[in-house]
Structures are given as structure tokens and as C-alpha cells.
């Protein structure tokens, strides 16, 4: 039994969650993968048309510092939302099997980091070709950006999937959250424009840690602030300790209450 | 009481609590409130199981019976792990299968194929034991050429089939069934029935909830009846059967 309901010892079953979320995806339409990039597409030219044309944004080719951090953006915000859901989308089998809940929620995250992988390769491929003219070295850096993103997320969403097991309130609540923290994020706008005297509080805020460090590493073709960087990575094995702690502690009673 | 420790499956004393919400707590601000007071959210406890002790040797099969509501389905899912024991211990000895509800799993846009592979893993199968039953599987199942379809399109009767032949395809030491064994035409009915009174002979250990007391004396050699959540009676399944049928007439 222990070793049955040990994350890593179902592996086979993460890989076939996700192998079906993928494929219930895509399959029978098709246009397929593009409507991903439908939204953040429509979005991206928006903006682009707001802040070059409307207010005019002090930035050197605003679309391609745009696009270095919207996608990871629209990354955190589509998976903390999915994690409102996912449990009570799989409350059947929570119901029927033992099995480790976690699993459905790693399952449905590495879902969407797959979808992340592939818009991130066409960012960088336009990023290269039309901003940089060649490959610059700080991609290099990329895996490390792209660890701690998916950490953090997952951090964040297991204790939001825990507490939406238990109270509807949090799919109502959580876009309220999303759409303040979008505008308290460097998304369309750099952190540098942020008062000094207020730059402390704001980095708080481990997803505009994140975002800036994708500026460095994308838009300026500079290798990561390390200091930036220290605390990103603290700030992100705090929330997954905590996030991990949180769920553990009342997973065994989601078969109960879903 | 040594034949405790070779027991397949053994339960004993054990209750299960639930909480039922009559006015829900649903929303943050009340649980903020009643953090701050250290106040538990009021909510009327149920007791779905009182006091139940059970132990099935290997190889035997175990009938539970009883009407709607009596706390068969927990004694299935506290076998099988899906919750946890208010007070007790339930241990299982190898692997248990749970066929609580059939088809748990199954995503109706994906193919039949697909969804053996899917239910398959959920089940704890490894991609290699998979592969080794698939055509098992299939056989048992007997859908025929539907195997490349949507399972959205499958009758009613050809999705049991299919969550069946999965579950029973699993290589386990226990098989937990909640009134599942009433799927499929009559033909189907006979085949799974079959399969199960051979899975006992090889050793298996089987549990079943049923309110059907003619499978349930065809399958099983022992019974335990329940009423709302308290042990009635256990024993011989024609004994129990006839205590059963005699108080309910």
C-alpha cells in the first residue's frame, strides 16, 4: 500500500494523466496548439498597440519585452486558475481509488508546462532572429528560470487546490487576485520604472522576481541578477515546503468531501 | 486470533465519522471567523460505521449486504484506502483492485484503447504488466471493432464491459466490488461471474457489497450484514441470506 501511494512510484500514473489531458486537448479540432496561442497572441498585439501608440512607453522594442514575460504570465495565472478545478474534475476517481492526490495536480501542471516548452521555443526563435540577431548565451540560463517557475507554481497551486476542495469562494476569488497581481507584476512594464523607495515591497512578490529575471535572461540578453535569483529560489522551496505541508495535512479527507 | 497476522483483509473495530454540513460553511470569512474564536464549524456528525470487525482469510469470498445507506460502500472504501478509519485499523495484506464505481476514470473522448491504457495506470498497472494483459483485456471486454471509437459512443452496457475487464485484468491478491456485478447482458453477467468464482479458486480474496443475495450465495461462502452502520449478523452466507430475506419481509 505505501509504496503505492508514493509520488514517485506513480510515475506511470502522472505520465498517463498527462498523455490524456494532452490528447483530450487537441484531438478533433483543428486548429489545434494555435488556440493556445490564440490568447496570449490577441493579448500580446493589444498591448503592443496600447503602450506604443496610446501611452508611450519608454522601452526599446516594446513587443519583444513584451513577449519575454506574458507567456510566463499567462503560464502562472492559466495553472493557479486549473488548480481550482482540478480535484473536483477527478472527484470519481479520488472516490473509487486510493491513490496519491498529488499526483493530479503535478499531472495537470506538467500539462501545461508542456504547452509552456512550446510557445517558450517560438518566443525564443523570434527573439533571436528579430531582436538579438543570433543566439544569445544567456538562454543558457533558461532551465534554471524554467525550474524555479514550475516550482513556484506547483507551490502555489497545491494549497489553492486543497482550500478549493473545501470552499467554492476561491474560484470566485482567485481571478480577482490574478488580474490585481497582473497589473502589481512587470508584465508590460519593466520593475526598474518601479519607485526605488518601493522596489523592496514589490519584489516581495515572487512572481515579479521571476518576471524580471525572464527580462534579464530574454529581452536584455544578460545572465540572471544573482541576488535576484537567491531569493526567488528561497521564496520558491518555502512555498513548495508550505504548499506540500498544506495539502498532505488534509488530502485524506478530499475523498470525502468531493 | 493468530490467524489475524495471515489475514488478507482485516478490519477491526473500526468506525468511520462524517461530518454533514447542514448550513454550509462555504465560505472563508466564516472559517477566518471561527479560526480567530477557535470555534469548529458546526456540523452534525454521522457515523456511517460503527464498531465493524472484519477478517477475510486469502482465497475467501465475503458478501456485504444490506439495504441502501447501511455503510456497505465504506466498508469498501476504508478497505481500499480512499478513507481513512474515525477509529480502528484496516489492513490489507498485497495489492487490493477497487471496483467502486465502474469506469471511474474513463474519459469519454478518448478511445477505447486509450482508455485502458488511462484506467489501466490509475489502477497501479506498470506500463510492462499492461501491455502483457491488453489482450485480455480486450478479450473479456468483447467490444469488437469499437475499440478505436470514443468510449462516448459505447452503449451503457459496452462501457461496464470495458471497466470491468480492466479491473478484473489487474493482477491483485484482493478485488473489491460495490454492486457492480449486475453490468452487461446476461451473457456478460454469467462470464464475469465466472471469472470471479475461478479468480477465488486460484487463491484470490474477494469482496463484494451486493444487494443481489442469490450472486452473493453463489460467490461467496461468508456474509456480513449491515444496518446502518452497525454489524447485524456474520456467518454462513445462506444463513445470514435467510436472516436478511426473513427480516425484510
Not at chain 1, 487537441?26 to 506604443?52: D, K, N
Amino acid at each position: 500500500m505505501a509504496s503505492n501511494t508514493s509520488l514517485w512510484s506513480r510515475r506511470t500514473l502522472i505520465w498517463g494523466l498527462v498523455l490524456r489531458n494532452v490528447k483530450v486537448k487537441y484531438q478533433r479540432s483543428l486548429l489545434g496548439f494555435l488556440w493556445t496561442l490564440v490568447y496570449p497572441l490577441l493579448m500580446v498585439g493589444v498591448l503592443v498597440l496600447v503602450f506604443t501608440t496610446v501611452i508611450r512607453i519608454q522601452i526599446d522594442h516594446f513587443w519583444a519585452f513584451l513577449i519575454s514575460g506574458f507567456f510566463v504570465w499567462n503560464y502562472v495565472s492559466a495553472s493557479l486558475y486549473a488548480a481550482t478545478y482540478t480535484l473536483a474534475e477527478h472527484a470519481q476517481i479520488t472516490r473509487s481509488i486510493a491513490l496519491p492526490n498529488e499526483a493530479l495536480v503535478v499531472s495537470a501542471a506538467l500539462s501545461k508546462l508542456i504547452e509552456f516548452l512550446i510557445e517558450l521555443a517560438l518566443v525564443l526563435i523570434v527573439l533571436a532572429v528579430a531582436l538579438h540577431h543570433h543566439l544569445p548565451a544567456s538562454f543558457a540560463a533558461l532551465p534554471l528560470l524554467l525550474a524555479i517557475q514550475f516550482g513556484l507554481t506547483l507551490g502555489l497551486q497545491l494549497p489553492i487546490a486543497t482550500l478549493a476542495v473545501f470552499y467554492k469562494d476561491v474560484q470566485h476569488a482567485l481571478p480577482l487576485l490574478l488580474s490585481a497581481l497582473f497589473y502589481l507584476s512587470p508584465v508590460f512594464y519593466p520593475a526598474s520604472m518601479i519607485p526605488e523607495s518601493a522596489r523592496d515591497y514589490y519584489f516581495m512578490n515572487p512572481i515579479a522576481e521571476l518576471l524580471t529575471l525572464y527580462h534579464q535572461v530574454l529581452y536584455e540578453a544578460r545572465l540572471p541578477d544573482i541576488a535576484l535569483l537567491g531569493s526567488v529560489t528561497l521564496k520558491t522551496a518555502a512555498i513548495l515546503g508550505l504548499g506540500l505541508m498544506v495539502f498532505n495535512r488534509f488530502k485524506h479527507l478530499f475523498a470525502e468531501i468531493l | 486470533m493468530n490467524r489475524d497476522s495471515e489475514a488478507a483483509v482485516l478490519c477491526s473495530g473500526v468506525s468511520k465519522r462524517f461530518f454533514l454540513y447542514e448550513h454550509a460553511p462555504n465560505s472563508l470569512r466564516e472559517l477566518f471567523i471561527r479560526t480567530v474564536r477557535r470555534k469548529p464549524i458546526a456540523a452534525r456528525p454521522y457515523f456511517a460505521l460503527t464498531d465493524f470487525d472484519l477478517r477475510v482469510m486469502p482465497g475467501e469470498a465475503v458478501a456485504i449486504i444490506g439495504q441502501n445507506g447501511s455503510g456497505k460502500s465504506t466498508v469498501l472504501r476504508l478497505i481500499a484506502g480512499v478513507y481513512a478509519p474515525t477509529s480502528g485499523t484496516v489492513t490489507v495484506r498485497g495489492r487490493s483492485a477497487t471496483v467502486i464505481e465502474l469506469g471511474a476514470g474513463f474519459h469519454p473522448e478518448l478511445t477505447g484503447a486509450e482508455n485502458i491504457a488511462l484506467y489501466g495506470v490509475i489502477m497501479g498497472m506498470s506500463r510492462q504488466e499492461l501491455a502483457a494483459r491488453y489482450d485480455a483485456i480486450l478479450a473479456f471486454a468483447d467490444i469488437g471493432n469499437f475499440v478505436e471509437t470514443p468510449v462516448k459512443y459505447y452503449s451503457s452496457g459496452m462501457r461496464a464491459r470495458l471497466a470491468f475487464a480492466v479491473a478484473v485484468c489487474v493482477d491483485h491478491d484482493v478485488l473489491l466490488l460495490d454492486e457492480v456485478l449486475a453490468v452487461g447482458d446476461e451473457a456478460f453477467r454469467h462470464k464475469c461471474l465466472n471469472h470471479l468464482i475461478s479468480y477465488r479458486d486460484r487463491g484470490g480474496t474477494l469482496v463484494i457489497a451486493s444487494h443481489d443475495l442469490d450472486q452473493a450465495c453463489r460467490l461467496c461462502s461468508r456474509a456480513v450484514w449491515l444496518d446502518k452502520g452497525k454489524l447485524v449478523m456474520s456467518g454462513d452466507v445462506g444463513a445470514v441470506a435467510d436472516a436478511y430475506r426473513a427480516a425484510r419481509a
